[in-house]
Each structure stands twice: as C-alpha cells, then as structure tokens.
C-alpha cells in the first residue's frame, strides 16, 4: 500500500475529498505533497494556521473533522499536536496541500478522543497550510 493507493480530489482552496482504498493501512507516517506551496516554511516549532479533512481508515475513510466544515481556519503550535503532525508538517510551505497517513503510535494510540476514531485508528489528514 502506498500513497498513491489514495484518492484526494478537490481544488487548493476547497475541501477535498479522501477515498482510501480497501487494502491495509501503511505502517510508517506516509507525506505527501499534493501541491507544493511557494510561500513561507514550516519549522518544528512553528505556529500554523490550516485549513484540513481528516478521515478513519478503520471506518473505511469516514470523515471525523474537517475545519472546512466549520468554515474557518484553524492555528496551533506544532508542539501542541499529535506525533503526525509534529513530524509531518515542517518542510511545507503556505500555499501547499499535503497528505499524512498517520499511523496509531503517531495518532492517538489506543486512546480514541471520539467514537468517530477507533482505539488503533491509522488518520489520513489532507492539510492546506495557510500561514505560518
């Protein structure tokens, strides 16, 4: 199973869509950049502000947030994230839209915050880094 594996449609600027395929998850932190931005980049520390969908591999790419839906940004500190994002983020530059295939000891574990994410949940995340 790669990342290629894994559809995403929809334009930079609108919410995208995910459809995973019926195969095993990855079991590594898969990036990929679907757009490359031109803008600033994110360090290890940085702050950001993104636009993103989230989905559940275990419930066959159910979406389970999405700040497309609320219909606003949304801004932390690298530091304040789950392990995915700490690592998958820096190196993206504002204006891009870049995918991470989470894996459970990089997410939430067995710890599930919400019924939506199962216990052992791999998250697929398709992130528009807005600003840094």
Known sequence: MSA???TVTGDRGAKPVI???DAPPPADLVVT???EGDGPEAGPNATVTVHYVGVSWTHGGTQFD????????????LNQVIAGW???IPGMKVGGRRMLVIPPHKGYGA?????AIAANDTLVFVIDLVAV
Do not use: N
Request: glycine share 10%; aromatic share 6%.
């Open 4 to 6: 290629a594996d894994i």
């Open 19 to 21: 459809s995973l395929p």
């Open 33 to 35: 950049d679907l757009v």
């Open 66 to 77: 999405a700040s497309w839906d609320r219909g606003d940004t949304i801004s932390f500190g």
């Open 86 to 88: 700490t690592e998958g």
């Open 111 to 115: 710890q599930s915050p919400t019924p």
